[in-house]
């Protein structure tokens, strides 16, 4: 009679998942899944989201149409209020945002209107390197050099990594940066360089990497964002080079735990549990399709996943920070205001 019970939860429970997942296959099918991208066309996160809607619909139960829609504005912080407060939280909107702003609101910026660990995060394709670049005709050549000349660098807004990052060494640091707010995404701050509207920008290694300024030797790489320099990457030191006291270096922990969400996916609070589970597992399993990897790696994309998991002990770390040091960050990060 034990066994006999056993056998029939055990088909009870497998009854029961198939409803789950003839539940959620019946609600996708015929239906449309949006992935907001937070920033204008031509970047990384406007190719990964891209990418995501080519190849992520075959993962899907049901099959649903997958459409990539830009959604640009203050460094991604508009797709954000949008994913967070008026998009459906039924599993059919996806968002692309920048690893920054899950920290807007911590650091104090009361545009940012969600609660960051709220969010239903659904993984990061990639773990990139940002980078400063310059143009190689610019007066400042060297971290050293900002002590003394100053830099024009092109940013997108609040949030956003080419804003952060040179606020950061303007305000922490006290570097010679002069900030120029406001292009919608890379490619209009690659443009800005070119056009010598600003002398350098901080994006992704991948974005730069894409740069024609780089190859002809136009454009130099300047700084990592990270400690320690990637060996990878070629020519340009990480933050350690800068001189800095223990509360500074505790502030820069914090400031790079960005690095540690990627390019986050995120879905609204309240999707129902079978849906979630449904599009974590297509995300990955698109981004281990060895279709998915070629059309990858032929845009200069390199897969390197990040878990929702990840990205929530991120989120919890940065928020267990002593308060004097996310004080000493907050007020930094203020000086994104003094850049409008």
């Known amino acids: 009679m034990h066994k006999l019970a056993s056998i029939i939860a055990a088909f009870a429970l497998f009854a029961s998942s198939a409803a789950r997942a003839d539940a959620v296959e019946d609600f996708y099918r015929g239906k449309s899944v949006t992935i907001m991208i937070g920033y204008g066309s031509g970047g990384s996160d406007d190719l990964w989201a891209r990418l995501l809607a080519r190849h992520m619909s075959r993962f899907l139960p049901g099959q649903p149409n997958v459409i990539p829609q830009n959604v640009p504005g203050a460094g991604s912080l508009v797709a954000a209020n949008q994913a967070f407060k008026t998009v459906p939280k039924d599993g059919t909107v996806l968002a692309l945002i920048n690893r920054g702003v899950p920290f807007e609101p911590l650091l104090g910026n009361k545009s940012a209107q969600f609660d960051p660990r709220q969010f239903n995060y659904i993984g990061s394709p990639d773990r990139d390197t940002i980078v400063g670049y310059i143009r190689t005709d610019a007066a400042v050549q060297t971290i050293a050099d900002l002590r003394t000349k100053e830099l024009i660098v092109a ?19 006290h570097l010679k940066v002069r ?137 919890q770390k940065a928020y267990a920070f002593d308060e004097a040091i996310i004080d000493k960050v907050r007020l930094t990060m203020q000086g994104s205001e003094k850049s409008k």
């Not at 940013?155 to 640091?173: E, N, P, Q, W």
């Not at 990457?233 to 006291?245: E, H, N, R, T, Y």
């Open 155 to 173: 940013a997108t807004g609040s949030g956003a990594d080419s804003l952060t990052y040179a606020v950061m060494l303007r305000d922490l640091f």
């Open 179 to 315: 900030i120029v707010q406001g292009y919608p995404g890379s490619r209009d701050m690659n443009l800005a360089v070119e056009r010598g509207e600003a002398q350098g920008t901080f994006i992704s290694y991948d974005t730069a990497l894409r740069e024609p300024g780089l190859k002809d030797g136009t454009r130099r790489l300047l700084l990592q964002g990270r400690f320690v320099a990637d060996p990878h990457i070629k020519g340009a030191p990480g933050l350690a080079a800068l001189d800095m006291s223990g509360d500074e270096r505790k502030a820069m922990e914090l400031f790079l735990l960005r690095a540690d969400m990627g390019r986050p996916f995120v879905a609204p609070p309240g999707v129902p549990a079978d849906r979630l589970a449904a599009l974590r597992k297509a995300f990955v399993d698109t981004l281990v399709d060895p279709a998915a990897v070629d059309d990858a790696l032929k845009q200069g994309l390199n897969v390197s996943l990040i878990s929702p998991a990840e990205m929530m002990a991120t989120l």
